[in-house]
T-cell receptor, first 111, second 111 residues
Framework: DADVTQTPRNRITKTGKRIMLECSQT?????MYWYRQDPGLGLRLIYY???????NKGEISDGYSVSRQAQAKFSLSLESAIPNQTALYFC??????????FGPGTRLTVL | RKEVEQDPGPFNVPEGATVAFNCTYS??????FFWYRQDCRKEPKLLMS???SGNEDGRFTAQLNRASQYISLLIRDSKLSDSATYLC????????????FGSGTRLQVQP
């Protein structure tokens, strides 16, 4: 079984809908991250959490919110989806700041 | 100017060729550097860390030039399986550690 899992893997939704992307990990890492990837822009950090009580905004947090329900779970929400949030979303975990372990990604399309 | 810049490529090389990628970073406070590999539509995975003295892992060599603020990745004897996008990652240790991904360089190794 994969160490970092994301659900759903693909999602098509309409403008204005609320969407939640979920991430679970079995690596026992305290640190978890949400990124989005767009062609030509690389990975950009949305939110990160260093433990259950620690949530921090990343580079592009506007329009997103997160919840760290447990050490192993970190969810990303789009309260009211818009088309420019169409992207590939990755969750990642780490022990320190060195190697990050990524989930398989969620491909989100907002129509 | 982007914080971390890479030539997007694609670099098209024949099998057996040697190819090198550079990545420049703008923040002189950056202290940790990595190369990740990302296959098409897959999650990024750590390829290697980049140490000040340079480091080698099989056919892969990473170098850091702090004076000119760039890191490089050299791949010798390219294999078809090396075809992927290579992302450079820079960590800046100012207060909270900030991890920034480059947008990636695509390599296509031709038979």
């Amino acid at each position: 079984d994969a160490d970092v899992t994301q659900t759903p893997r693909n999602r098509i939704t309409k403008t204005g809908k609320r969407i939640m992307l979920e991430c679970s990990q079995t690596k026992g890492h305290d640190r978890m991250y949400w990124y989005r990837q767009d062609p030509g822009l690389g990975l950009r950090l949305i939110y990160y959490s260093f433990d259950v009580k620690d949530i921090n905004k990343g580079e592009i947090s506007d329009g997103y919110s997160v919840s760290r329900q447990a050490q192993a779970k970190f969810s990303l929400s789009l309260e009211s989806a818009i088309p420019n949030q169409t992207a590939l979303y990755f969750c990642a975990t780490s022990v320190g700041v060195d190697e990050q372990f990524f989930g398989p990604g969620t491909r989100l399309t907002v129509l | 100017r982007k914080e971390v810049e890479q030539d997007p490529g694609p670099f098209n090389v024949p099998e057996g060729a040697t190819v090198a990628f550079n990545c420049t970073y703008s923040n002189s406070a950056s202290q940790s550097f990595f190369w990740y590999r990302q296959d098409c539509r897959k999650e990024p995975k750590l390829l290697m860390s980049v140490y000040s003295s340079g480091n080698e892992d099989g056919r892969f060599t990473a170098q850091l030039n702090r004076a000119s603020q760039y890191i490089s990745l050299l791949i010798r004897d390219s294999k078809l399986s090396d075809s992927a996008t290579y992302l450079c990652v820079v960590i800046t240790h100012t207060g909270r550690r900030a991890l920034t991904f480059g947008s990636g360089t695509r390599l296509q190794v031709q038979p």
